[in-house]
């Protein structure tokens, strides 16, 4: 039996019927075609399915997406404003944080979970609110400094707008 949610997703509100056993990343992915958001483990260890549901990193192969109704989420989709990528989309980019990408978007939405908490963290605090998101490219090196950047940028207010296309998708 499917039961209806109301759930606001990047700042647009979703209405849906849903099998009480879908996941939140299935419904992202499947039912509103945000596939930015990555299935990895299916299991809460990798981190690719990274999501803010009000405003706090979840993985969102861990959520049911009934868990989710009345709720605020967002997905990397919605980190570019108005064409222009969020800071840390552009920090990624220059600092070379990813490689294969496919981490990248969980990567991210932890990070800006992070900086709206801790809009300067240190190395180590970085390092431990990336701790439940794994890479197997890099040596996590770049991608610590591009949060550090990311932080620094939004901390000046002076991010240098990037034109949005298909980062972290």
């Known amino acids: 039996m499917e039961q209806n949610i109301r759930v606001t997703v990047n700042g647009e509100e979703q209405q849906s019927a849903v099998e009480p056993r879908t996941l939140l990343v299935h419904y992202l992915r499947d039912v509103l075609n945000l596939t930015g958001t990555h299935v990895g483990c299916d299991t809460g260890q990798c981190g690719a399915c990274t999501v803010l549901l009000n405003g706090q990193p979840v993985k969102s192969c861990m959520v049911l997406a009934v868990q989710a109704d009345g709720a605020q989420v967002q997905t990397v989709e919605g980190l570019a404003r108005n064409g222009e990528y969020h800071p840390i989309q552009t920090a990624f980019w220059e600092k070379h944080g990813l490689q294969c990408g496919f981490c990248t978007p969980g ?3 932890a990070a800006v979970g992070l900086l709206q908490r801790s809009p300067n ?3 180590d605090e970085i390092r431990e ?9 890099t040596g996590y090196q770049n991608i610590v400094a591009a949060v550090r950047s990311a932080a620094e940028a939004m901390g000046a207010g002076s991010a240098q707008p990037a034109t ?6």
Do not use: I, S, V, Y
């Not at 609110?129 to 490219?137: A, I, P």
């Open 129 to 137: 609110q990336l701790e439940g998101n794994l890479c197997r490219c």
């Open 121 to 123: 963290p240190t190395d």
């Open 164 to 169: 949005a296309g298909t980062a972290g998708e």
């Open 107 to 109: 990567m991210m939405m």
